[in-house]
C-alpha cells in the first residue's frame, strides 16, 4: 500500500482507545513503532486547529485534512436519501446540507472551506471529485444503496 493510503487508514489509531487526546496521543505510539517522521506528522495534521497545532503543508496533509471532513458530509448526505447511495447523489445536495447548520453538526464546515481553499480547489469541485473517490469503492463503505 501506497503512503497515503496507508495513512488514510491509519489517522484515527488514537481516536478508539484515547478519544480525549485523539491527534496527541498517535505519535507515542507509532514514534515506538519506528514510523517515520512524515507518516506521523500528516497523521497529526489532519486535526489541525480541532485537536492538534501541527498545520498540514503537503498537499496529502491538505488533502486529509479537508477531505476527512467532506467525506464525514457527503457520506450523511447520502445516507438521508432515498436510495441511501452516493452513486445518483449531486454536488448541489452536499451544498445544501452544507449550509444547513443541525444537519451532521459534528461535521466542522469550516474546516472544508479552509481546507478546500488550502488545496486551491473550489468548494463545488472538491465535493464532485469526493463524490466520484467514494462512488469507487461505494460497495466498501457502505454507500451503494439500493442504486446498481
Ligand atoms: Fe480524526
Given at each position: 500500500?501506497?503512503?497515503?493510503?496507508?495513512?488514510?487508514?491509519?489517522?484515527?489509531?488514537?481516536?478508539?482507545?484515547?478519544?480525549?487526546?485523539h491527534?496527541?496521543?498517535?505519535?507515542?505510539?507509532?514514534?515506538e513503532?519506528?514510523?517515520p517522521?512524515?507518516?506521523?506528522?500528516?497523521?497529526?495534521?489532519?486535526?489541525?486547529?480541532?485537536?492538534?497545532?501541527?498545520?498540514?503543508?503537503?498537499?496529502?496533509?491538505?488533502?486529509?485534512?479537508?477531505?476527512?471532513?467532506?467525506?464525514?458530509?457527503?457520506?450523511?448526505?447520502?445516507?438521508?436519501?432515498?436510495?441511501?447511495?452516493?452513486?445518483?447523489?449531486?454536488?448541489?445536495?452536499?451544498?445544501?446540507?452544507?449550509?444547513?447548520?443541525?444537519f451532521?453538526?459534528?461535521?466542522?464546515?469550516?474546516?472544508?472551506?479552509?481546507?478546500?481553499q488550502?488545496?486551491?480547489?473550489?468548494?463545488n469541485?472538491?465535493?464532485?471529485?469526493t463524490?466520484?473517490?467514494?462512488r469507487k469503492?461505494?460497495?466498501e463503505?457502505?454507500?451503494?444503496?439500493?442504486?446498481?
Open positions: 500500500m501506497d503512503k497515503w493510503g496507508i495513512i488514510g487508514l491509519v489517522h484515527d489509531l488514537d481516536y478508539e482507545m484515547y478519544p480525549e487526546e491527534c496527541k496521543k498517535v505519535r507515542s505510539i507509532l514514534k513503532e519506528n514510523w517522521e512524515s507518516y506521523i506528522r500528516a497523521i497529526v495534521s489532519h486535526g489541525w486547529k480541532l485537536c492538534s497545532d501541527v498545520e498540514p503543508v503537503e498537499r496529502m496533509e491538505n488533502v486529509l485534512y479537508a477531505i476527512d471532513e467532506l467525506t464525514g458530509l457527503i457520506n450523511a448526505t447520502a445516507l438521508m436519501r432515498p436510495s441511501k447511495s452516493v452513486m445518483d447523489l449531486e454536488v448541489k445536495s452536499v451544498v445544501k446540507k452544507m449550509k444547513s447548520k443541525g451532521a453538526a459534528g461535521v466542522n464546515r469550516e474546516v472544508i472551506i479552509e481546507g478546500v488550502r488545496l486551491n480547489m473550489e468548494l469541485q472538491a465535493i464532485d471529485e463524490i466520484k473517490g467514494m469503492v461505494a460497495e463503505i457502505g454507500l451503494k444503496g439500493t442504486v446498481s
